[in-house]
């Protein structure tokens, strides 16, 4: 029920102000938390009840969290107080229920009448406001800013973000009644904690909380609710648009000062230092620490991506795809637009934005959880806003990643390159999730996991590939790129022992340690260490080291361990676990084994010759079985995969091939492939397929793919690159085994009903006995005369037999003048695979009739 009642803010008085039970906007109220878990039981913080769900970036204690990025997208515009993330420096204050109305703040410092006031007292005599305020991190994107170069702070994902109903008085106004001096500038804010280098403080402008644009408020109270422990209770500072850890917590003292404040935490906590300060530069000079230009206080512009999540799959298909995410920026300056773009940066799309927060001041005033709501009254946007998109799955499928920038209305424009600092603080590069591509499903992949490894970075590391480069490190691809050494990991140098290096310890093993007292063996990084010699001495207790007894501890350990802890591993290290490797997990061993797609672009994996089927004198079709029965091969119609043998003195060779097997085949892969044996003009012939010919059944190669800029997707739609047609006609030619990519191509259309598409080959070979697949080729011809047209033609003469109705030579510009005759240009395109000289007439023929180069493909 509406009522009218009369309120005053700000001096004024304030008529018709609503005391709302139902909200045409989002509100939320959350049950309280109510039990501490285990991980806590063992810390300081053993009172505060937490949600399971939050990610732990720093181990147990202190505690600091962000909640899982889809979550806090899938709860809307007000998060829920048990998944708001934590930034604790140390121990949380324990407050009791009972003493929080007594719980007493002093003013002081250059004021003319200092004073000391209770809570109790700030609610009775300061007007009381509630409004809704998205809280940041500094650190939040650290990672992505630590997997470039390792800087001096943990790491954070891209959730280190949330958006509270915060209750509470102006901070203006409790400054204001103890009378600021003229010349002061700042206010010192001070925490009740007790972390490791004193209590926390910061401070913030005093004009900026004397403007109430910028609602800088003392709250007691979070989605109506007294504050949690973690966010303060019992009373904390939010200062909105402004970095986190302004907003100082436990709050017990403001200092009124003609200077900045002089806390630890203010000097040597979020800072942005200049790029090109190493992590030695800062920790030997004060100087770089000291200097007021480098404090951060207002955040920039951050825009993130939600949906598709991180290695979420969906099913291409001819439906559209909604991306979408959120965005906020400092200073309470608008975001003006959000923009997406699906080729790398070329060309944006702009994406549909909601400001959640506008409801609330389109609303006027009006009366919630005791305190008054006047974002009318403000033009500022103090909270996050929320874009979408929908792009059609078969764009998305015809990309390799999704980019999202945004630009205030200020035309401040966030940047594609990283700008690297030594707090990895205010990370807001431009964010970039990978496409990968699984057989009929596209896989999504997040720059990183918060707390684990995972996402392109971890993957584009792991290769040996540049983040900063100006592909992101991804491999295009071109052969010689294809071959990169991975890096080595700086972890694993400090932490193995190199002679153990090699020793495989089998999981079986690593797995009966499991819960052991006296023997906890643990992994990190893919290597087992013992760490019964560490029990002892081990600062957290031998409990530290027995939690994680037969387990994978990467995460905590990477997270809160310097490198000094590090360089105390290699005497416990004892190996190497089976089927991992440093940059998955343990839990993936058994994932490794059922890998559903065989294929991935990165890796490369190994198959097994199962059957050699010889159809010529020289053509031969190879049969390998996957790594188990079921699985898919996993390449789009019309790319090609690599295969890689070593020859006699341990070289590797590779070529790409495309199979002759259909995509939907499981558990096998067969490879039409002509032998090129030695002749007098070739003395060692074709050293690749030599070396095939001589593989023998059980012996095993390796694959990696899918490689090539031409993929056919179904009724004429086809991707060529990164741009999507639809053509009406494919003229094919093809020369020798340069049918097998055409094949693949033919395959796809005849195989569906729906598939209108009508094309007219040409294949050319030397003799009639060359003619690979002609067998499978006229039996498409015969069952769709309408829509198939193969032209068979014979290049030597000399081998022209009597009654032979095909072509009499090779490929001229007349014939393929008649291909195209009546169709017009952008309705058909050239698909080419065929020797040099083959592809040389085409060449010249699409210059002298002008064919654009985007319709003809050459394999
Ligand atoms: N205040 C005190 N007293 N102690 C702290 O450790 N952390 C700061 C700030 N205020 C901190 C503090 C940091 S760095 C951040 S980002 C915010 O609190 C986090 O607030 P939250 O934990 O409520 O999300």
Same mark, same amino acid.
């Given at each position: 029920m509406d009522s009218v009642v009369t309120e005053v803010a700000y001096g004024l008085e304030i008529k018709k102000i609503k005391e709302i039970t139902e909200l045409p906007f989002p509100v939320r109220q959350d049950s309280p938390l109510t039990?501490?878990?285990?991980?806590? $039981?063992?810390?300081?913080?053993?009172?505060?009840?937490?949600?399971?769900?939050? @990610?732990?970036?720093?181990?147990?204690?202190?505690?600091?969290?962000?909640?899982? @990025?889809?979550?806090?997208?899938?709860? +809307?515009? $007000?998060?829920?107080?048990?998944?708001?993330?934590?930034?604790?420096?140390?121990? %949380?204050?324990?407050?009791?229920?009972?003493?929080?109305?007594?719980?007493?703040?002093?003013?002081?410092?250059?004021?003319?009448?200092?004073?000391?006031?209770?809570?109790?007292?700030?609610?009775? =005599?300061?007007?009381? !406001?509630?409004?809704?305020?998205?809280?940041?991190?500094a650190g939040n994107r650290r990672k992505e800013q630590n997997m470039v170069k390792k800087g001096t702070g943990f790491n954070w994902g891209a959730a280190g973000t949330s958006t509270s109903l915060w209750t509470g008085c102006m901070l203006g106004d409790v400054i204001g009644k103890a009378?600021?001096?003229?010349?002061?500038?700042?206010?010192?804010?001070?925490?009740?904690?007790?972390? *490791?280098?004193?209590?926390?403080?910061?401070?913030?402008?005093?004009?900026?909380?004397?403007?109430?644009?910028?609602?800088?408020?003392?709250?007691?109270? =979070?989605?109506?609710?007294?504050?949690?422990?973690?966010?303060?209770?019992?009373?904390?500072v939010v200062i909105p648009g402004v970095i986190g850890g302004r907003s100082v917590k436990w709050l017990r003292k403001l200092v009124v000062s003609d200077r900045p404040s002089e806390n630890w935490y203010h000097y040597f906590d979020n800072r942005v230092l200049p790029t090109m300060v190493t992590p030695e530069m800062a920790k030997s000079d004060d100087k770089w620490w000291k200097d007021e230009r480098y404090a951060i206080y207002d955040l920039n512009l951050q825009t993130i991506i939600c949906k598709p999540e991180n290695q979420q799959a969906i099913k291409i298909s001819e439906d559209e795809y909604e991306i979408a995410g959120f965005g906020y920026n400092g200073g309470g300056i608008r975001? #003006?637009?959000?923009e997406i773009s699906l080729d790398k940066g070329k060309t944006w799309k702009l994406t549909e934005i909601d400001y959640p927060e506008d409801r609330y001041r389109e609303a006027g005033y009006f009366r919630l959880f005791g305190g008054l709501v006047n974002v009318c009254d403000r033009m500022s946007c103090l909270c996050w806003c929320f874009w979408k998109l929908k792009v059609p799955l078969s764009e998305l499928a015809a990309s390799r990643d999704i980019l999202v920038r945004g630009m205030d209305e200020r035309m401040v424009v966030q940047p594609r390159t990283m700008y690297w600092n030594v707090t990895s603080m205010l990370n807001n590069w431009w964010y970039r999730v990978a496409i990968i591509r699984d057989g009929d499903n596209l896989r999504f992949e997040h720059p990183v996991v918060a707390n684990k490894p995972g996402g392109w970075m971890d993957r584009v590391k792991a290769e040996g590939g540049d983040i900063l480069d100006d592909n992101w490190g991804e491999l295009n691809d071109k052969v010689e790129q294809s071959e990169r050494k991975p890096r080595a990991d700086e972890d694993i140098e400090m932490m193995c022992n190199p002679e153990k290096l090699d020793v495989i310890i089998a999981y079986s093993e690593f797995e009966a340690h499991k819960n052991?007292?006296?023997?906890?063996?643990?992994?990190?990084?893919?290597?087992?260490?013992?760490?019964?010699?560490?029990?002892?001495?081990?600062?957290?207790?031998? =409990?530290?080291?027995?939690?994680?007894? +037969?387990?994978?501890?990467?995460?905590?350990?990477?997270?809160?361990?310097?490198?000094? *802890?590090?360089? @105390?591993?290699?005497?416990?290290?004892?190996?190497?676990?089976?089927?991992?490797?440093?940059?998955?997990?343990?839990?993936?061993?058994?994932?490794?084994?059922?890998?559903?797609?065989?294929?991935?672009?990165?890796?490369?994996?190994?198959?097994?010759? *199962?059957?050699?089927?010889?159809?010529?004198?020289?053509?031969?079709?190879?049969?390998?079985?996957?790594?188990?029965?079921?699985?898919?091969?996993?390449?789009?119609?019309?790319?090609?995969?690599?295969?890689? $043998?070593?020859?006699?003195?341990?070289?590797?060779?590779?070529?790409?091939?495309?199979?002759?097997?259909?995509?939907?085949?499981?558990?096998?892969?067969?490879? $039409?492939?002509?032998?090129?044996?030695?002749?007098?003009?070739?003395?060692?012939? #074709?050293?690749?397929?030599?070396?095939?010919?001589?593989?023998?059944? #059980?012996?095993? %190669?390796?694959?990696?793919?899918?490689?090539?800029?031409?993929? !056919?997707?179904?009724?004429?739609?086809?991707?060529?690159?990164?741009?999507?047609?639809?053509?009406?006609?494919? %003229?094919?030619?093809?020369?020798?085994?340069?049918?097998?990519?055409?094949?693949q191509v033919l395959q796809a259309i005849f195989s569906d009903p729906d598939d209108t598409t009508s094309v007219h080959l040409f294949f050319g070979n030397k003799k009639v006995d060359d003619i690979l697949l002609r067998e499978e080729l006229d039996y498409l011809q015969d069952k769709h005369p309408e829509q198939l047209k193969v032209d068979y033609a014979l290049s030597d003469l000399r081998h022209? =037999?009597?009654?032979?109705?095909?072509?009499?030579?090779?490929?001229?510009?007349?014939?393929?003048?008649?291909?195209?005759? +009546?169709?017009?240009?952008?309705?058909?395109?050239?698909?080419?695979?065929?020797?040099?000289?083959?592809?040389?007439?085409?060449?010249?023929?699409?210059?002298?009739?002008?064919?654009?180069?985007?319709?003809? %493909?050459?394999?």
């Amino acid at each position: 029920m509406d009522s009218v009642v009369t309120e005053v803010a700000y001096g004024l008085e304030i008529k018709k102000i609503k005391e709302i039970t139902e909200l045409p906007f989002p509100v939320r109220q959350d049950s309280p938390l109510t039990k501490v878990l285990p991980a806590d $039981l063992k810390t300081k913080d053993n009172f505060v009840a937490r949600d399971p769900d939050l @990610l732990r970036l720093t181990g147990s204690h202190p505690f600091n969290c962000e909640p899982p @990025l889809s979550k806090l997208y899938d709860s +809307g515009f $007000l998060t829920p107080v048990s998944l708001h993330f934590v930034r604790n420096h140390g121990p %949380v204050p324990h407050v009791p229920d009972e003493s929080i109305s007594d719980w007493e703040v002093s003013i002081e410092g250059m004021v003319e009448m200092p004073y000391k006031i209770k809570l109790s007292e700030i609610m009775d =005599q300061f007007d009381i !406001y509630t409004t809704p305020v998205t809280m940041v991190c500094a650190g939040n994107r650290r990672k992505e800013q630590n997997m470039v170069k390792k800087g001096t702070g943990f790491n954070w994902g891209a959730a280190g973000t949330s958006t509270s109903l915060w209750t509470g008085c102006m901070l203006g106004d409790v400054i204001g009644k103890a009378r600021p001096s003229r010349r002061a500038r700042y206010i010192w804010m001070e925490g009740a904690d007790n972390p *490791a280098n004193g209590a926390y403080g910061t401070c913030v402008r005093l004009n900026w909380a004397m403007d109430p644009e910028r609602c800088i408020m003392l709250a007691y109270k =979070q989605n109506g609710e007294w504050l949690h422990p973690d966010h303060g209770k019992p009373l904390r500072v939010v200062i909105p648009g402004v970095i986190g850890g302004r907003s100082v917590k436990w709050l017990r003292k403001l200092v009124v000062s003609d200077r900045p404040s002089e806390n630890w935490y203010h000097y040597f906590d979020n800072r942005v230092l200049p790029t090109m300060v190493t992590p030695e530069m800062a920790k030997s000079d004060d100087k770089w620490w000291k200097d007021e230009r480098y404090a951060i206080y207002d955040l920039n512009l951050q825009t993130i991506i939600c949906k598709p999540e991180n290695q979420q799959a969906i099913k291409i298909s001819e439906d559209e795809y909604e991306i979408a995410g959120f965005g906020y920026n400092g200073g309470g300056i608008r975001i #003006g637009r959000i923009e997406i773009s699906l080729d790398k940066g070329k060309t944006w799309k702009l994406t549909e934005i909601d400001y959640p927060e506008d409801r609330y001041r389109e609303a006027g005033y009006f009366r919630l959880f005791g305190g008054l709501v006047n974002v009318c009254d403000r033009m500022s946007c103090l909270c996050w806003c929320f874009w979408k998109l929908k792009v059609p799955l078969s764009e998305l499928a015809a990309s390799r990643d999704i980019l999202v920038r945004g630009m205030d209305e200020r035309m401040v424009v966030q940047p594609r390159t990283m700008y690297w600092n030594v707090t990895s603080m205010l990370n807001n590069w431009w964010y970039r999730v990978a496409i990968i591509r699984d057989g009929d499903n596209l896989r999504f992949e997040h720059p990183v996991v918060a707390n684990k490894p995972g996402g392109w970075m971890d993957r584009v590391k792991a290769e040996g590939g540049d983040i900063l480069d100006d592909n992101w490190g991804e491999l295009n691809d071109k052969v010689e790129q294809s071959e990169r050494k991975p890096r080595a990991d700086e972890d694993i140098e400090m932490m193995c022992n190199p002679e153990k290096l090699d020793v495989i310890i089998a999981y079986s093993e690593f797995e009966a340690h499991k819960n052991s007292d006296t023997e906890p063996w643990f992994a990190v990084k893919g290597h087992v260490f013992d760490g019964s010699s560490y029990l002892a001495d081990h600062p957290g207790g031998a =409990q530290s080291i027995l939690m994680v007894s +037969g387990e994978d501890a990467t995460e905590d350990f990477i997270a809160i361990h310097s490198s000094y *802890a590090k360089k @105390l591993l290699p005497p416990m290290h004892l190996g190497r676990l089976e089927g991992v490797n440093s940059v998955t997990k343990v839990e993936s061993i058994k994932e490794n084994v059922k890998r559903e797609v065989l294929l991935d672009p990165r890796k490369w994996h190994r198959i097994t010759l *199962a059957e050699k089927v010889i159809i010529s004198s020289d053509s031969r079709i190879f049969k390998f079985d996957l790594e188990h029965p079921e699985q898919l091969i996993g390449l789009p119609t019309g790319k090609h995969l690599f295969l890689r $043998l070593k020859d006699s003195s341990g070289k590797y060779l590779m070529r790409a091939y495309t199979p002759k097997s259909s995509n939907s085949l499981r558990g096998r892969l067969e490879i $039409l492939i002509k032998i090129y044996f030695p002749s007098r003009e070739y003395p060692k012939g #074709g050293i690749m397929t030599n070396l095939l010919e001589n593989l023998q059944v #059980g012996n095993q %190669v390796e694959v990696k793919g899918p490689v090539g800029e031409f993929e !056919y997707i179904k009724c004429g739609h086809c991707s060529f690159n990164n741009k999507l047609y639809q053509m009406k006609h494919f %003229v094919m030619i093809s020369g020798g085994s340069g049918i097998t990519p055409t094949y693949q191509v033919l395959q796809a259309i005849f195989s569906d009903p729906d598939d209108t598409t009508s094309v007219h080959l040409f294949f050319g070979n030397k003799k009639v006995d060359d003619i690979l697949l002609r067998e499978e080729l006229d039996y498409l011809q015969d069952k769709h005369p309408e829509q198939l047209k193969v032209d068979y033609a014979l290049s030597d003469l000399r081998h022209v =037999q009597k009654g032979w109705r095909g072509i009499k030579g090779r490929l001229t510009f007349n014939i393929l003048d008649s291909y195209v005759r +009546g169709k017009n240009a952008g309705e058909y395109m050239l698909l080419v695979c065929g020797p040099p000289g083959m592809n040389c007439v085409v060449e010249n023929w699409c210059k002298a009739r002008k064919l654009d180069k985007q319709y003809v %493909v050459y394999f």
